[in-house]
């Protein structure tokens, strides 16, 4: 940090926001974030801005300073871009609050809502903005890496359903990005947010939803994983858009909640959302019965405002985590065969899924936005949750082994959110080569600098 203790000084008095450093009482609790594997980062300094134009001059004294800028709303991000070694940290969390239009069927949304907020304020018009699975997520980091979560094969990507957004450029500057007013920055701003602004606002097009999602979980012993996914892989191309379909393979822990033939074991389960009408439920998922028969099934409806919060504590603050991803379009034999291996030794709390893609998230070309991998049929996923940093190795590397499995299944395109790490060849991955250029002439047009780099970057 090169800002002296007068610039420091300077830059409070012209701040009505929270300005905190090292040694300050509150400085331990302000610099935690979501994933404690990310959670012994000592930033410089911590802001929370109360406007867009505090947003500005934090930004400012970041770039005066040559502080490295990390930017939060709701700290869940999965490679630790929330925070950072010796820089800035521009907190959102001051940003919050949900304002929706029922007439326009439209949302406002500061750049510190939580997801729980937006579903809220929208559930109260009969209205929802297809969103992600834990209510404290923030919707900024959510949406800018293009926002998968219950009802996108229905409703679409979160980036799908967004109409403007307005943010702070690298040089201080409060523009507005949508369709008709820079359109560029809007089409890289969808899937590659994070290299161009900081969001301090984002505005929906919301949808009638009634509020009732209907659930599904049928559980398999692993004897049965190939008949289960051939199930699973044939209703892709069939099923409903109102159907949204995720394969897991883990073990059956904890046991009790298991019947005994498969407490403990490796196991397949096939959880279910349907966001249709109610009276199209059973013809619309006859297909996910007609592989054998599960030996534990559970299906009701259930509100969405409850579903939605139900993971919350479960995924609450403080404890370590690792996501990757990527999209295939099918997992060989093989490959099903060593991940039912892995699953035998898996940690307990890691898991391998298959989650179906297509619907409304296909009916867009790819090339419409920069977020990539639409024409995929299905996002591959390996996670871990465990506690004792001293298990980091074992959970992390069961993971990237999972990964390491299907890689020759794998098509073009990764969801941003899903990718834990950075580097050239992860962006690469993540956008595919066919859009860095592009993405690359806008990153030089609105961050030559490349003052917001943490994140899954574009070089300039």
Sequence with gaps: MTSTAAQLATFKDGFTGDVIVPGDDDYDLARRVWNTRWGDRRPALIVRPRNAAEVATAIRFGRDGELQVAVRSGAHSNSGHSTVDGGLVIDLSLLRGVSVDPMARTARVNGGALLGELDIAAQAHGLVCPVGVV?????????LGGGIGRLQRNLGLTIDNLRAVELITADGRL????????????????????NFGVVTAFEFDLKPFGGVLYRGTLVY?????????????????????????????????????????VAGQPVVIVGYNHSGDAGSVERDVAQLHA???????????????????????????????IIESAYADDVSPA?????????ERAPDGATFSMSLMGGAIGRMADDAMAYTGRAARFDLSADSDWDDASQDELNMGWVREAMSIVEPDLAVGRYANGVSGSSAELTRAIFGDSKMLRL??????????????????IAP
Aim: zero cysteines; a neutral charge; proline letters at 7%.
């Design 135 to 143: 209510g404290h997520t923030g919707v900024a980091g959510l949406t």
């Design 175 to 194: 523009v507005r990005a949508s369709a008709t007013e820079e359109p560029e920055l809007f089409w890289g701003v969808r899937g590659a947010g994070p």
């Design 221 to 261: 012993p692993a004897s049965q994983a190939h008949q289960v996914w051939a199930m699973v892989r044939d209703a892709a191309t069939t099923l409903p858009a109102a159907v949204s379909v995720v394969m897991t393979l883990g073990r059956a822990v904890p046991a009790s909640d298991y019947p005994r033939s």
């Design 291 to 321: 592989g054998p028969r599960p030996v534990l099934a559970s299906e009701k409806g259930a509100r969405y405002l409850e579903i939605q919060t139900a993971n919350d504590l479960a995924m609450g603050w403080g404890h370590r985590s």
């Design 335 to 343: 490959a099903l065969d060593a991940l039912l291996e892995l699953v």
């Design 440 to 457: 690359a002439a806008l990153k030089r047009a609105w961050d030559p600098d490349n003052v917001f780099r943490l994140n899954h970057n």
